[in-house]
RNA sequence: GGCGGCAUAGCCAAGUGGUAAGGCCGAGGUCUGCAAAACCUCUAUCCCCAGUCCGAUUCUGGGUGCCGCCUCCA
């Protein structure tokens, strides 16, 4: 059982999908006239997760996701950089598709755009004009009629009255009530513009997103998403003019879910506490591309997902620190796990325990195997009740502190190679990979600490100077000449190499810095 | 002004009608020549006031604070 929030009631619902076994996502896109900033990117990576979880558990997912392609702000932003349009979508698109790979956001199955549906969505039009929901001004401009729709407001909880009280736009004398909004725009000289029955122009703000919805999803689909701040008045407009189109309050989208905001300290405040949204209009982001420059992409995808989608969630370098020391704990088991599983396959794990003189009679990784299919249980539960990242990831997190115990006490020798062990090897690796695959990380080459990393990343001729060195301060501890000792380890350090005399034996690597 | 959301330890963050996961930081411990790492232990009258209830942090009402939407916006 599935429980979402659905924006439409405000409460949480089961999830009952329109045909079994499958589900229709429609996810609001971007308008590609600049980079998208790591706010724009939390939808999409949380829609990112919801779909690997669906399909994990076994639903046909259909994803859609569009491009809104034709925008006053990418003409805007081709008038002043005096190329077309095209070229500035174009050039964002890629943009856009670049900083979602880094963050393993999966493609969608289909990204329709406004330029290749200019037909769908003028047949739309001239479907509300039609049926009167819809009027065509001398000019060629074309506006739905709120007061033709007695459902208006129902998604974000308001009343007309209430609204024109508060209106701080400038109303347009030309509309019947200021709060019609435009379907078609007529073009004015030097815009680029299609063809219509109503002249040259091009499409308003929120009908692409029906229209393109509707194509590829069905008259009723499952679930549609974005921002918070598509609620009202986008998310509204479209559930208007898509059912008036229709003639069916109960078509387009069952469930509406929306992602709270990133949000950053608020600039010449001396409240520190006051949080204010990153948003592009007041210039306070930070773009993914930007971010990503210094932070591999699976730790920012982490930092986004160990906050509940539907809460706000402030954006700090501290936290993003935090989440790659956290990443680096998880990588950490899923290497320990990767050199176990070798030594199964390498039948290392053969030792049987019916032979007479073993003494065994219960395995020794049974804990972990327990463990392991409570914890992926608690996940799937986590995620059931509204695709709560947060709390699976630490389920996740336990499970990997569980492999890295038992490796701890594997290669202490506690722990005898027993056949079965190595079955529950198999089947734990299985499952931290489940979990690690619907979160969406170890895409990407998972780090590693200490000798991997250093050897692979310096010549041979450092690895070779640091034996030397660290034979000469294992002489000087032989010698309990500690002074020479720390001396070394201390300039070493200085010099970004940590030094760590672990019962082991010791080790060294480069400092994270 | 209207509408919506949030308020949990120093910080971040889950969650439940029966006195609260996890992470970071901090403290103590094991280990160690020391340090680091690792592991163990410890750290919350759940914003305020009423109400419902045997019992509320969890439900209801009111208040306070913060955020967002009502204009482009993920």
Redesign the pocket.
Same mark, same amino acid.
């Given at each position: 059982m599935i429980k979402v929030y659905n924006?439409m009631s405000?409460k949480k619902e089961i999830f009952k999908p329109l045909k079994k076994g499958e589900v229709s996502i429609y996810c609001?896109?971007?308008?590609p006239y600049n980079s @998208?900033?790591?706010?724009?990117a939390?939808?999409f990576v949380t829609w990112d997760v919801i779909r690997r979880f669906f399909a994990k558990s076994g639903y046909k997912v259909r994803y859609v996701q569009n491009f =809104?392609d034709v *925008?006053? %702000?990418i003409i805007k932003a081709a008038n002043k950089h005096s190329v077309t349009w095209k070229d500035i979508s174009e050039k964002y698109i890629a943009v856009y598709f670049k900083s979602m790979d880094a963050l393993n956001v999966r493609r969608a199955d289909v990204y329709p755009k406004v330029s290749e549906t200019m037909a769908d969505i003028i047949a739309m039009i001239q479907t509300l004009i039609d049926k009167g929901f819809a009027y065509v001004l001398d000019n060629g401009d074309v506006f739905y009629s709120v007061e033709t729709d007695k459902n208006y407001g129902k998604l974000?909880?308001? %009343?007309l009255e209430?609204?024109l009280?508060?209106?701080?736009?400038e109303v347009d004398k030309r509309k019947k009530n200021?709060?019609d &909004?435009a379907l078609w725009k007529a073009a004015k000289p030097g815009e680029p513009f299609w063809e219509s029955p109503w002249g040259q122009g091009r499409p308003g703000?929120h009908i692409e997103c029906s229209v393109m919805s509707l194509k590829y999803l069905g008259e009723k689909f499952d679930f549609h998403g974005?921002?918070? *701040?598509?609620? &009202? @008045?986008?998310h509204e407009n479209e559930i208007a003019q898509s059912q008036a189109a229709l003639g069916d309050e109960n078509s387009f989208a069952q469930y509406w879910l929306?992602?709270? !905001?990133?949000?950053v300290k608020?600039p010449d %405040?001396s409240?520190e506490?006051?949080?204010?949204?990153?948003?592009?209009?007041?210039g306070n &982001?930070s773009t993914v591309e930007e971010i990503l420059a210094k932070y591999p992409g699976e730790v920012v995808r982490l930092f986004l997902l160990? =906050?509940?989608y539907?809460?706000?969630? $402030?954006f700090s370098e $501290?936290?993003i620190i935090?989440a790659q020391? &956290?990443f680096g %704990?998880l990588a950490k088991a899923y290497w320990q796990l990767d050199e176990l599983t070798r030594k199964v396959h390498a039948g290392e794990f053969i030792k049987d325990t019916s032979d007479k003189n073993f003494a065994i009679t219960v395995s020794p990784a049974g804990g972990l195997a327990e463990e392991g299919e409570r914890l992926l249980s608690n996940f799937y539960a986590?995620m059931s009740?509204?695709f709560?990242t947060?709390?699976a990831i630490?389920h996740m !997190?336990?499970l990997s502190?569980e492999i890295?115990?038992y490796y701890?006490e594997f290669t202490e020798g506690k722990i005898l190679p027993v056949k079965i062990d190595g079955d529950i090897i198999l089947r734990v690796q299985a499952i931290y990979m489940e979990m690690a695959e619907i979160i969406g990380i170890f895409e990407q080459p998972v780090p590693r600490d200490k000798d991997e990393e250093k050897s692979a990343a310096e010549p041979e001729l450092v690895n070779a100077l640091m034996k030397i060195i660290l034979s000469l301060r294992q002489d000087a501890?032989a010698a309990?000449n500690?002074?020479t000792? *720390?001396k070394i380890?201390d300039e070493l350090k200085a010099a970004g190499i940590?030094? $760590? *005399? =672990? @019962?082991q034996g010791v080790t060294w690597k480069f400092n994270a810095q």
């Open positions: 924006t405000r609001c896109g971007v308008t @998208p900033h790591i706010g724009n939390r939808p =809104t *925008d006053d %702000k974000s909880g308001r %009343k209430d609204m009280a508060g209106a701080r736009v200021p709060m &909004f703000w974005g921002g918070s *701040d598509l609620i &009202f @008045p986008h929306h992602n709270g !905001f990133i949000t608020k %405040k409240n506490e006051e949080q204010v949204k990153m948003s592009k209009s007041a &982001f160990q =906050t509940h539907r809460n706000p969630l $402030e $501290e936290r935090e020391e &956290f %704990k986590a009740d509204d709560n947060a709390l630490t !997190f336990e502190k890295s115990n701890g501890r309990k500690w002074s000792a *720390d380890r940590v030094v $760590e *005399d =672990t @019962p």
